[in-house]
């Protein structure tokens, strides 16, 4: 890693004026235990970094171990003043407009999920309960938007990938920004940043002023995809389950573009819950789509999937390669018949309440080495619950690749010992070594150790 | 009371969307215990009777028996079915757009301050507690605007005023509003309309379009004094010394109209306050104003106040007579100096966190028989807690006068009986004859039977 | 005329901020011929003396010797500097916002009306050609919007009106301004004030943001007719057919309220063009109305017109006594026909260009002496040339009343002779002297000279 | 040229709704003398043409012939239906939102254009003339803001470069982006296109929601330079005389990139101004800027410059070389020391009045092959003169490329003669042929045959 550059500096909001009550500005300062502050001084250094070249939300951390910040309360609110903060959101010493009001958002996510545990409003055990509590973050967040017809589009995919899949990430996002529909994503680089670029050119020609470039993160990843300054409403979740909820709930369809562990984490749980029997009627635009060099992943991909869930599994989706129109026009379309579907139902526009996630889905996974081993990849199983047990291997691999926890537990104790049946450990063996030699598992340059064994 | 028109109706807010979770709205539809449903009917036939004439809670609930709301769910937010709703807010069918902000504004609060009482997050019975909960019912309300610089003057006075009184309020509200002044006062007709008719012409006259007209009130008087639709925020606190708080908490300046017990009430809970050593140094701009007519009724007031709490609470306000300019050069005078303040000591421009305000003021008072009966009202105790129980023995008179639970309890068990020294007592005998003499304990035309007994 | 108030101050204008070429400037600051420093003086001089209590322009002019404009171009557009201005304008020596942009309105309106003079593009003697320019003129003041649907309700009446009918005009605007009805006048007192005064705590009620309050005055009206600061869109047409002109082909219909002789002009060159046959079929809402007490008014007027101009005219008007629902009711219904009328006609919904205007309704009246002496009034024309005819019998009684060319004109010659068929001059006598004693030709507690004498 | 895809379409304005007096309307429709009918379509046509490969105005027009457009007036104002138009500014059948503006503000160009031929106002044969009328298309144009300080960055440079050197001004635009700055072109591909799409994305990092990308442009260029539907406010000026002088009086600063006859022109015009002994001290920000690959091409200019004008000419402007940084912190350095002068001498922040051009520059130059021969180029010439006479050359030059009625007369009459001092015809001969072997003349994979010859 490079000299890191630090700047000091005191920030207002901008636009949307975050106010904290003395209470809960107390509990952000707090350092130790019931004290928010380590919390808020990750994110915060995490947004900080936009642009930054690593992944490795360890060497990240370590790499600022004076980053501090002071928080105000004054006469017009909150103000925050940052020290040796990384220099990356700084132009001539002023911060990025974008950047400052992430800080923001952070410091507003922050307080309110720990405001929302001390609730007993609700049951965070059952189904509705969690369903509820993502639900509350996002309107919290003030990103449900009851007067808006459906035209949020999911992007999901890789944060590291070749230069040729970044272009065509840019290029589908005008095309879809032409069509006048918004961006979803993890709000990292790579497939998290191209497609808003592209929308963001298409808005300017369309003079489309009120564009949305909602990213959706959560504590342990934001620091291995700092957001990129496009998104301009930024979600912290709590975890990981949370945040692939919020992603289904709030979009009206999803793009899959190449990418690794992560991707396909998010595809399978994706496809689990589309393959619950509760949701056979459902609309939901979904389409994998890759430049022509891409063509080959999608190829292996499609093939693991008929090999483990098999065929009904795959008419939930549409591969399209190398055409960033029909991708816009496949989901221009797709929002449309989910916005008759919703009109015919009464179900709301911002969040797609008929969508049943079962409890397996919601649950947070906790990779420990104990639970990855004990997960049941059988054939026998029911698709839907096969597919969330398969989603869970994938969390854990992201978890040992880039979440500062999940690189801890490996380097104490080894890679995470995967087993099952070998109908199904054959194709996953295919798939992950394809995302190795592709170079789809950490940032081009780095040399990939796996942090998995699978069992044959 | 005149033969009521009902009428039918199906309305959705327009601007600030209101999106409810399926469990809040399976809460606010639920009848009986836990249910919410009793509460928001009653609120919003409060709101639907605006400009009605009569000011008896219990009045208005019965005469529309079978008034109903169907709270629904749909795409792009809620609806609101009406049945059998009071034809004063509509116009040729269609609701006023204020009212029908109103109404999800009821809603809203009535949702939140539900979830509120659930949480573990604060200590409701400590100071600091309480004043948290007032500052995160205003915060979800929307109306702590952080970007403003001071400029809310409160008006308080009676809800039932002779009509020269109520065209001074219009000219006070008139040169306010010249000078940029936005206005909040308690929501219902009379003083708490008059200013802010006259604001509303001034801003016209000056441009501004971002006017506020801030309603505070609470469920309990919210029937006898049903909002007035030139109010453009509206705030139901969950009781009156909640909503005695949000009103010293958010307004920079406060002018006093004749008005009857609840005008006396807010005056002696704000002196009681003001007198809190604490306070000594802040800025609190109070003028006591009314026309020529107007000048016996602050004498005697003035009188009173010397004659209970002494010198140094007179110190604490000014009267203006007749002089509608003086009263806004003041007020414009004194929210500079709020800032200043404010600016100076790092306070919030949007709360007065500074204002110190002790549990005796905070704590609800039950104003039943016995609680009125163990009022200690002797000359001995220190100026700022005589004034806080003064200041309850006329929210006994208020809730004998208009709030059903009062009546009914009056109903029940006779006038409530106050006693105490014969220094404060024949002061305060002097003031209630008079305010029953010039028809401020009721509205005119009514016969006022007193729920009170001073004891001799 | 009391002593004046005077004040020094320095304006720039707030919101459409005018910019001026230096050829521009350099032609408003020109003093003598060519130059129209004098004639904006003037006007700035009346918008400046807004809530005067004269109505004679002389006495304005002559109270205010030494005022004066500087017209300074500086970084961020003009400034203006004013010397010597009359106090009413400013609040604690700031200019009331809604006063700052008319000056700056009639800046724009006299360079504009004298560069359009310039140009050989219309011809200015045709009726298309008037009929453009008066398009040109309203265009460039921005008040032809193309996206609204038609909502513009003209109100004539008298500057100078008893107390009640003038609080019925607010009643009637608050009822138009419940119904999203604007309001267009000639931008004085009285019914000029009333009615946008009524729809502006209307529109606050309805939420609505954007209401319009059109003036429509003229150089040699405005002094005696100050610009009330209601008025958000003031518009300075070159005289008065012009303005009547632009009051017709702007509005979407009419209410009448009772005044003097001005009201008897509008309500006469109203009638004439109605009566065109060309104009048969075009849907023009048109109502007279006020309170009880003025009942007998229109009886009077009614019957003017069954005796000069017949029953057919007297189909184009609806008489509503003392109810101003039923008035708001029938314009909002009128504007709806009109838009329907437009849409099946593909006329513009900002400018009634079907309406057809002859010329001898475009074509200014000079009222000397002589042009009134040759006026033909006889009832042996057909209706709508009769009607032209007294349409400028009024105009020339107003000039002798009111207009500072019309009074010295009486000063020198004396009263205007008017002479025509006794079955005209009878009820045209009854008429008058109805205004007379009224007091509805010269503004209360001065003592009314005529300034006619018609021959017998 | 590949086969045209044509498509059927009607449109209205979006945002700034145009309205037109049917006399207006009728001249639009004018086809012949006097009518303006074959220039809109001609205009209109280009805009349609955005994103074509071509910038032969010729070819596009004839590839064409039988486009037509409808005007049609109608309730909300004007609608166009266009007939067998160009398909690129259509997405899925609808016309995109930037494209569907510049129509009308072609057609608001158009109209105005004429009218202020018409008008007797001003002398268009005098400097002072010829400035004025600049003004008025531009404040027609609603592109003179008076509220906004100094921003706009004129960015000069060639349609057709190199992809490296497009990338490269797509990083200066998102640099000057990140600090504010707003983007003017010549509104075509290339320079003209890369600008302003750097600095949308960096304007959505920084929150600015009214971004302005403004393009200038003539009827004789547009065709051959189709406005990119970045640009968000476009001005037709009748000729380039005028256009230049609106780039100059809008513009605070000025950043030329590479570029070939078209760029020499507008270099030397401003170069000529800026050594006018008037604006000896007025600042002007000029700065000449491309990545490593195009040094060599500066290094020319920068010795013809030499050669030809000389020192002082050289110390006008400061060449970057590959440091988009540093571009875009001279150019937010150089707007502020603009501010400051304007406020210093009380000139308009929108249009540089202070800056003196001489009539040489602003005579519009007919490009004939009379006109031409007869320019002269000599070294004893004052600097500001000879600059003068270089940029008719180059202007000729340009016509010659890429006009209509220049390459017309090339076709008829062989290039043109260009005759002057060796000392001068030298360099000259070398920057030509420098900017043929870069294929900066025409587009690449064309031919280019020179419109020119130098006489040795």
């Given at each position: 890693m490079k000299e890191v550059q630090k700047i000091n500096a005191s920030v207002t909001p901008k636009g949307s004026l975050e106010i904290l009550s003395q209470i809960e500005v107390e509990k952000l300062k707090k350092v130790g235990e019931n004290g928010l502050y380590a919390l808020f001084r990750q994110c915060a250094l995490a947004i900080l970094n936009t642009g930054s070249d690593s992944d490795n939300a360890k060497d990240i951390m370590e790499a600022y171990p004076d980053f501090e910040i002071e928080i105000i309360q004054q006469d017009r609110g909150m103000r925050l003043?940052?020290?040796?903060?990384p220099a990356n959101a700084f132009v001539d010493g002023v911060m990025i407009a974008s950047s400052?009001?992430?800080?923001?958002?952070?410091?507003?996510?922050?307080?309110?999920?720990?405001?929302?545990?001390?609730?007993?409003?609700i049951d965070l055990n059952s189904s509705a309960g969690i369903t509820d509590h993502v639900f509350h973050l996002l309107r919290n967040a003030d990103v449900l938007n009851a007067g808006e017809p459906p035209n949020m589009v999911v992007c999901w995919g890789g944060h590291s990938i070749p230069e040729e899949e970044?272009?065509?990430?840019?290029?589908?996002?005008?095309?879809?920004?032409?069509?006048g529909l918004d961006i979803c994503t993890g709000c990292g680089p790579g497939?998290?940043?191209?497609?808003?670029?592209?929308?963001?050119?298409?808005?300017?020609?369309?003079?489309?002023?009120n564009s949305r470039f909602l990213g959706l993160t959560e504590p342990g990843i934001i620091a291995a995809e700092a957001p990129n300054p496009i998104v301009n409403e930024l979600v912290i979740l709590p975890d990981i389950e949370k945040r692939l909820e919020a992603f289904v709930r709030v979009g009206?369809?999803?793009?899959?573009?190449?990418?690794?562990?992560?991707?396909?984490?998010?595809?399978?749980?994706?496809?689990?819950?589309?393959?619950?029997?509760?949701?056979?009627?459902?609309?939901?635009p979904l389409v994998l789509t890759g430049p022509k060099c891409a063509e080959e992943y999608f190829r292996v991909l499609h093939d693991f999937i008929n090999d483990t869930l098999g065929f009904e599994a795959q008419q939930k989706y549409k591969i399209v390669i190398d055409d960033p129109e029909q991708v816009a026009q496949i989901m221009a379309q797709g929002v449309k018949d989910v916005m008759a579907y919703r009109i015919e139902h009464h179900d709301a526009f911002y969040f797609n309440w008929m969508l049943k996630i079962h409890e397996d889905f919601?649950?947070?996974?906790?990779?420990?080495?104990?639970?990855?081993?004990a997960l049941n990849l059988s054939s026998n199983l029911p698709a839907h619950e096969l597919a969330a047990n398969l989603r869970r291997a994938f969390?854990?691999?992201?978890?040992?690749?880039?979440?500062?926890?999940?690189?801890?537990?490996?380097e104490k104790h080894g890679p995470y010992k995967i087993d099952g049946d070998q109908s199904i450990m054959k194709p996953l063996d295919k798939l992950l070594c394809g995302f190795v030699e592709q170079q789809r598992m950490k940032l081009p340059g780095t040399q990939y150790i796996p942090c998995y064994e699978l069992i044959k």
């Open positions: 003043n940052l020290i040796n903060a400052r009001e992430m800080l923001f958002s952070a410091m507003r996510d922050i307080v309110y999920s720990e405001a929302e545990k001390r609730s007993t409003r970044y272009q065509y990430t840019k290029e589908v996002g005008h095309s879809m920004g032409l069509r497939v998290m940043k191209g497609p808003m670029k592209g929308a963001t050119i298409a808005h300017a020609k369309q003079k489309i002023t009206h369809g999803i793009t899959i573009f190449p990418g690794g562990a992560g991707t396909a984490e998010e595809f399978l749980y994706l496809l689990g819950i589309l393959l619950a029997p509760e949701n056979k009627e459902l609309p939901f919601q649950k947070p996974f906790e990779p420990t080495h104990e639970n990855v081993a969390s854990a691999i992201v978890a040992g690749n880039v979440k500062e926890s999940g690189i801890r537990a490996i």
